[in-house]
C-alpha cells in the first residue's frame, strides 16, 4: 500500500506544527526528539555536546525508523510514519541547508554564532525522510513505559513543611 496525497499532506503538516516527534529506530525504546520540518523530511541533530542523545536508537544512514508526531496542544498521537535515514555530511549543500533551519530554532543555544562549527565538528544532523508505505497503524493500547535512565534526576523527599504551606495558600485564596 502506497501513501496517498492525502497522507503525505498529514504528515507534513503534522511534522510542521510540532516541535517534538517520537522516534524509533533499529535499536532500544522511541525517545522524544526536537526536529524542523525541511524539503519534505524531518531534520534534527544530536550526540554533540549540549545536544539531544541519538545513541542508542540505531539511526545509521541508510536505515530506518517510526517517526510518531504529536499534537502540539494537546500531546496525542496524531500520525506515525516509517521513514529512511539520511545523516548529512558536514559542509555538503544539504547539510548547509538543513543547519541554516536548524539553527533558527535551536533554544537557548549558548553559542549561537558558532552553532555551525560545533554542530560540524561533533554533532550529527539527520534527514529522516518519509518512506513510501502505508502510515503507521494506530496503537490500540497504552504506550506508557518507564522513563529512561538518566543522571537528571531531581526527585527528593517531600519537605515536612511543605502541605502545612501548601494548606495555609488554600486558606488564603478561599477568602
Not at 525541511?38 to 525508523?65: F, I, K, N, R, S
Not at 553559542?111 to 550529527?124: L, N, V
Not at 493500547?141 to 502541605?163: D, F, H, K, N, Q
Amino acid at each position: 500500500m502506497t501513501q496517498t496525497p492525502m497522507d503525505r499532506a498529514l504528515v507534513e503538516e503534522a511534522a510542521k506544527k510540532s516541535a517534538l516527534i517520537w522516534v524509533q529506530g533499529s535499536e532500544g525504546p522511541a525517545r522524544p526528539l526536537w526536529h524542523i520540518w525541511h524539503e519534505g523530511a524531518v531534520c534534527l541533530v544530536g550526540d554533540g555536546p549540549d545536544e539531544q542523545p541519538l545513541t542508542g536508537l540505531g539511526l545509521d544512514h541508510g536505515g530506518t525508523a517510526t517517526v510518531t508526531v504529536r499534537s502540539k496542544d494537546k500531546g496525542g498521537r496524531l500520525v506515525g510514519f516509517p521513514a529512511r535515514v539520511v545523516e548529512l555530511a558536514p559542509g555538503s549543500e544539504a547539510w548547509t541547508a538543513a543547519v541554516d533551519e536548524l539553527k533558527g530554532k535551536r533554544l537557548n543555544a549558548v553559542d549561537a554564532e558558532r552553532i555551525a562549527e560545533r554542530w560540524a565538528s561533533g554533532s550529527r544532523v539527520l534527514r529522516l525522510e518519509p518512506a513510501p508505505g502505508a502510515l503507521a497503524e494506530q496503537p490500540t493500547g497504552s504506550l506508557a513505559a518507564a522513563p529512561l535512565p538518566a543522571s537528571a534526576v531531581t526527585r527528593r523527599p517531600m519537605p515536612e513543611a511543605l502541605p502545612k504551606l501548601l494548606a495555609r495558600g488554600r486558606r488564603a485564596r478561599r477568602r
